[in-house]
C-alpha cells in the first residue's frame, strides 16, 4: 500500500480481531503512522502502542445496528454519535484535532480529549452488561418490554428486572473495586450524562427496532467469537492482579463461553439463573 503524509489508521474491529489486524498493518505501515482505537474496552492501545509510536484512544457511543451483511442501521437523530479521541495513555495533539474536526464535519460530536481513557473506563463499565444482555434477551422487542422484564422466574421467586438490576450493580461494584485498588482514573456517571446531553436523540424507525448491543449482535449473526474476554475478562484481569474478588465479572466469561461452544441463541438463559450462578 502507498502510504501518505497525513494518513491516519483508524481500528474498527472487535477487540479479538485487534492482534491479527494489527500485525497485518505492521506488515506495511511505517511505524510513526497514527493509529486510532476506536473499539469497545481498554486493551486496543496497548496492543497498538506494542507496533505503533503513535496510538490514540476513541470513545465509541454510537446506536448502531448492524445483523445483515453490508448494512448498518442507526437510531441516532441529531448526530451520528460521540466519537471523542485523544492520544494514548494521555495528551492531544494536531491529529486529534484534525481527525474530531473531520468527524465534527461528518455529522458526529466529537472533541478532542487529552485524558481519553478517563471516557473509556467509563464505557468499559457500561459494557460489563453486554454479554448479560446477550443471554438473556431473546428478541428485540425484549429489551422493552415490561411484561418480559418483570416476568418472575417460579424456581427462585426473583423477577428478570430485580436479577437483572442486581447483576448490573455487582458488575459494576467489581469493577469500580478494581479500578480503586489498581488507581485507574474512570469518568464519573455525572461527566458521561453530561457530555452526552444535547449530542444525539435515540429515534424508532419503522420495521427495525432498535436491537440490543454489540454482543447481542454477534451471537444473532452467528459470527462464532466474542468481544467478553476484553470487556469482562479485562475486570478479571484487574482483579487477579489486585486481589480483588469478580465473580460476576468471571461468570460472564463462562457464560460468554458456553453460549459460543453449545452455539446458543440470544435469550438462552434466565437472569435468575445467573444471579444464581454468581452467589454460588
Known amino acids: 500500500m502507498d502510504w501518505r503524509e497525513g494518513d491516519v489508521v483508524l481500528l474498527t474491529m472487535k477487540s479479538q480481531h485487534s492482534a491479527v489486524a494489527l ?7 511505517p511505524r510513526q503512522i497514527p493509529v486510532v482505537c476506536g473499539q469497545n474496552g481498554v ?32 437510531h441516532a437523530e441529531g448526530s451520528g ?10 495528551g492531544c495533539d494536531a491529529v486529534a484535532e484534525a481527525l474530531t474536526d473531520l468527524l465534527s464535519d461528518a455529522g458526529f460530536t466529537a472533541e478532542p480529549d487529552q485524558r481519553i481513557m478517563r471516557k473509556k473506563y467509563a464505557k468499559l463499565l457500561m459494557n460489563l452488561g453486554n454479554i448479560i444482555q446477550a443471554a438473556t434477551v431473546p428478541a428485540a422487542q425484549a429489551a422493552t418490554d415490561p411484561a418480559v422484564q418483570a416476568a418472575t422466574d417460579p424456581a427462585s421467586g426473583t423477577s428478570d428486572n430485580d436479577a437483572l438490576a442486581t447483576i448490573y450493580r455487582c458488575l459494576r461494584g467489581e469493577a469500580l473495586a ?11 456517571r455525572e461527566e458521561v450524562r453530561g457530555r452526552h446531553r444535547n449530542t444525539f ?17 454477534s451471537i444473532s449473526r452467528g459470527t462464532g467469537n466474542l468481544e467478553t474476554d476484553y470487556l469482562n475478562g479485562e475486570i478479571a484481569l484487574l482483579g487477579g492482579l489486585h486481589g480483588v474478588p469478580t465473580p460476576g465479572n468471571k461468570v460472564c466469561l ?10 446458543l441463541s440470544v435469550g438462552s438463559f434466565r437472569p435468575s439463573e445467573i444471579l444464581a ?3 454460588a
Not at 23 to 29: F, N
Not at 45 to 55: G, I, P, T, Y
Not at 207 to 214: C, I, L, N, Q, V
Open 254 to 263: 463462562e457464560i460468554a463461553s458456553r453460549m459460543l461452544r453449545e452455539r
Open 277 to 279: 450462578m454468581i452467589e
Open 178 to 188: 478494581c479500578f480503586k485498588a489498581a488507581g485507574i482514573d474512570c469518568a464519573s
Open 201 to 217: 436523540r435515540m429515534v424508532e424507525i419503522a420495521g427495525r427496532e432498535r436491537a440490543g448491543g454489540s454482543s447481542w449482535q
Open 43 to 74: 486493551a486496543n492501545e496497548r496492543m497498538a502502542l506494542r507496533r505503533f509510536a503513535n496510538v490514540y484512544g476513541m470513545v465509541v457511543n454510537l446506536p448502531a445496528v448492524h445483523l445483515q451483511p453490508g448494512e448498518v442501521v442507526t
Open 23 to 29: 500485525d497485518a498493518l505492521g506488515e506495511t505501515a
Open 81 to 90: 454519535g460521540i466519537l471523542d479521541t485523544g492520544r494514548y495513555p494521555d
